[in-house]
Nanobody
Framework: VQLQASGGGLVQAGGSLRLSCAAS????????MAWYRQAPGKQRELVAS???????NYADSVKGRFTISRDNAKNTQYLQMNSLKPEDSAVYYC??????????????????WGQGTLVTVSS
């Protein structure tokens, strides 16, 4: 199973970006999906998460500005980021809990991460 994140870049404060994260491999089901971010010198923090049923959770710092969504048919999650601030600058990582088939008798569940995509917001 691999997660491929894309959509990062340089944007001015107040602008918008949309991140995508596509999962591939022998996937049977994806449970929770989430976006994390890590700024230089800081710990990785949860930005937003979405359950298999569509329930969402957001960090207080992004509520009302970011929206997480998913397309189960495409095994893809998205993060729409509006009204971006310089403090949103970070490497953004996608995460997913995946039920997959590795050729064993029983399916396996694993926690997978994307490679990270850099978001830079200029003031």
């Amino acid at each position: 199973v691999q997660l491929q994140a894309s959509g990062g870049g340089l944007v001015q404060a107040g602008g918008s970006l949309r991140l995508s994260c596509a999962a591939s491999g022998s996937i049977l089901n994806i449970n929770d999906m989430a976006w994390y971010r890590q700024a230089p010198g800081k710990q990785r923090e949860l930005v937003a998460s979405i359950g298999s049923g569509g329930s969402t959770n957001y960090a207080d710092s992004v509520k009302g500005r970011f929206t997480i969504s998913r397309d189960n048919a495409k095994n893809t999650q998205y993060l729409q980021m509006n009204s971006l601030k310089p403090e949103d600058s970070a490497v953004y990582y996608c995460n997913a809990v995946v039920l997959y088939n590795d050729g064993s008798i029983w399916p396996r569940s694993g926690d997978f991460w994307g490679q990270g995509t850099l978001v830079t917001v200029s003031s």
